[in-house]
């Protein structure tokens, strides 16, 4: 759950650097969702970033499951409305 600690624009800053393409957007229940377009590599280090989140954040899991590739977040990094 994230709730006024800018995990959105952290993300998004993170995986910009990393060139990973995607999206990151809040869930109505707290939650944040990352869809993330990258090398296992690039998906690692996204991970230990979220894992550890911006100052003021207390992540507590970071969960991980497979999707099939969205080619319109191929090429760029965005903060989507919240789902």
């Known amino acids: 759950m994230v709730q006024g600690v800018g995990f959105r ?30 090398t296992a590599e690039q998906h690692d280090q996204l991970r230990r970033q979220l894992e550890r989140g911006p100052f003021g954040s207390d992540v507590t899991e970071v ?14 990094f965005v903060i989507n409305s919240s789902a």
């Open 9 to 38: 624009f952290y993300t998004q800053r993170i995986a910009e650097k990393l060139r990973v393409s995607g999206f990151v957007r809040n869930l109505r229940d707290g939650r944040v969702e990352v869809f993330a377009i990258g």
């Open 63 to 76: 969960l991980e499951e497979p999707a099939p590739v969205e080619a319109q977040y191929d090429g760029s």
